[in-house]
């Protein structure tokens, strides 16, 4: 019998059905959503923090494998539970408690965040982050990946948002990282090194955000370019015009077409297949009027054609375009390699003339769309797995536009995180002496290495494991 065999009769036997063994809960906790699935020994639903200190501190005399999971979303394998061991399901935790008064938002790590953003909307509140599967993810894995979302420009991500944390050290200990203030200075920064760590240095419980007020005003633009470099550059005037729309989308021509398909009208009426730029303008009807005035200006000068949404309504109408935009792509081939990268927004049309090299190299469609406010793009190489000559160009071209990003002074990974899927691509964005440091934090607080182990640090290139991908019932075919 296995020592993690053995750790989880005696984990069994102290937890009882809270541990749980089947083959359905164990398949269920192998894979999130990058499709990369590891079997676990058991799933653990843990009832209370007495259950994580117990679960942890046996994890760790034993050297089990310990992978957190909240709703799963994650799409670069960093859910997924790689070494095996055991997972511990905190999709449970959804407790919600907020403060109208301050502004705050206590929540376990189980919330889902679009029930966070209801809950604040309830009481004049509002959280920014909006990841576009808020649907359901929860907020522990949008700590874990610093989520960020189309608010991002001009709100910020989560970890613009976090005050305080609470959970475990990887040695079951429990920690309190920061207070329920706005201002907090007493000791190292503890909680920002937990942000972002994709659960490899601690297990969140709980979290107090803070909310801003919600906005009384609200108007959306869609506007039509000639190309995507035109599009780019009068981002590039709108925000050097110091106008900061709440949201600023961008889809390329590809991304445009297949809506197109998918829909069966145009996106823009007019402009066919034309790149767009949707933006939306927030706060209180003077600051939306006064920047509506603005944008048009900006508008009848810099853009082919432009349309206002004349109420909610149609204002969403136009959203949905942006929403479903990922899942058409599918038209295009059946497999994808979707990059969350982050270009400065200086090198805007020299990224567009890189991309469109890529693509003439590569002879693959690779439909772009993102946030422009903060040029966090996802990037969607596209190809059919069973054509290896198309697989093995996707491979290709996925490096080289890792390192022609890091080239022009941005990033491979904006929201989505390292996981497994981006590890190879580490050493492009870091030099040696900056990767050691990490791995130097990694170790300081998990020495026994049990959090999430495997991930970020060691190249795991997914295409030469086509086997660990499963295909779901629901999947494109």
């Known amino acids: 019998m296995s020592d993690h065999s053995q750790a989880t009769r005696l984990l069994r036997r102290k937890l009882g059905s809270r541990v749980a063994l089947s083959d359905e809960a164990r398949f269920r906790a192998s894979f999130d959503g990058s499709k990369l699935s590891f079997l676990p020994d058991a799933v653990i639903r843990p009832r209370s923090r007495d259950d994580i200190a117990a679960v942890l501190g046996l994890a760790n005399r034993r050297r089990v494998p310990v992978t957190v999971r909240g709703a799963g979303t994650s799409l670069t394998g960093s859910g997924s539970p790689l070494r095996g061991g055991w997972v511990l399901d905190l999709s449970g935790w959804r407790r919600i408690r907020v403060d109208a008064e301050a502004g705050m938002a206590r929540v376990q790590a189980g919330v889902v965040v679009d029930d966070l953003h209801r809950a604040a909307d309830a009481v004049g509140w509002f959280y920014p982050p909006d990841p576009a599967s808020k649907k359901y993810c929860t907020i522990g894995g949008n700590?874990?990946?610093?989520?960020?979302?189309?608010?991002?420009?001009?709100?910020?991500?989560?970890?613009?948002?976090?005050?305080?944390?609470?959970?475990?050290?990887?040695t079951g200990e429990f920690v309190r990282w920061g207070t329920p203030t706005r201002k907090y200075a007493a000791g190292f920064n503890l909680r920002d090194l937990w942000i972002g760590s994709e659960g490899m240095l601690g297990v969140v419980t709980e979290a107090t955000v803070r909310l801003i007020p919600r906005p009384a005003a609200r108007w959306t633009l869609l506007t039509s370019f000639t190309d995507e470099a035109a599009a780019l550059r009068a981002a590039r005037q709108l925000f050097a015009a110091r106008v900061q729309p709440a949201i600023c989308e961008f889809l390329d021509r590809f991304s445009v077409a297949c809506a197109e398909r998918v829909s069966g009208r145009p996106v823009f009426p007019g402009a066919a297949g034309c790149p767009v730029i949707l933006l939306e303008l927030a706060g209180s009807d003077g600051e939306v009027a006064d920047a509506r005035r603005e944008v048009l200006a900006w508008a009848k000068t810099a853009a082919s054609g432009w349309r206002e949404a004349a109420d909610r309504s149609e204002a969403e109408?136009?959203?949905?375009?942006?929403?479903?935009?990922?899942?058409?792509?599918?038209?295009?081939?059946?497999?994808?390699?979707?990059?969350?990268?982050?270009?400065?927004?200086?090198?805007?049309?020299?990224?567009?003339?890189f991309l469109e090299r890529l693509r003439r190299r590569s002879r693959l469609p690779i439909p772009t769309f993102g946030h422009l406010a903060d040029g966090?793009?996802?990037?969607?190489?596209?190809?059919?797995?069973?054509?290896?000559?198309?697989?093995?160009?996707?491979?290709?071209?996925?490096?080289?536009?890792?390192?022609?990003?890091?080239?022009?002074?941005?990033?491979?990974?904006?929201?989505?995180?390292?996981?497994?899927?981006?590890?190879?691509?580490?050493?492009?964005?870091?030099?040696?002496?900056?990767?050691r440091a990490m791995q130097a934090v990694k170790r300081a607080l998990d020495p026994n290495g049990i959090l999430n182990p495997g991930k970020m640090f060691t190249p795991f290139k997914v295409w030469e494991h086509p086997r660990l991908r499963i295909r779901l019932p629901w999947d494109h075919k």
């Not at 990946?145 to 609470?166: I, K, Q």
């Not at 375009?321 to 497999?335: I, K, N, Q, Y």
């Not at 929201?415 to 590890?423: M, N, P, Q, T």
């Open 143 to 170: 700590i874990a990946c610093n989520a960020g979302g189309m608010h991002g420009g001009r709100y910020g991500v989560t970890r613009d948002f976090v005050l305080a944390l609470e959970g475990f050290l990887p």
């Open 317 to 353: 109408a136009l959203w949905a375009v942006r929403r479903t935009c990922s899942g058409a792509m599918f038209e295009l081939g059946d497999s994808k390699l979707n990059e969350d990268i982050v270009v400065p927004l200086a090198s805007y049309e020299r990224f567009a003339r």
């Open 376 to 435: 966090n793009l996802h990037v969607n190489i596209m190809y059919h797995a069973a054509d290896r000559s198309e697989y093995l160009r996707a491979e290709k071209t996925v490096v080289e536009l890792m390192r022609g990003v890091v080239a022009l002074g941005g990033a491979i990974s904006g929201e989505h995180g390292i996981g497994l899927a981006k590890s190879p691509f580490l050493a492009i964005q870091h030099g040696p002496a900056e990767i």
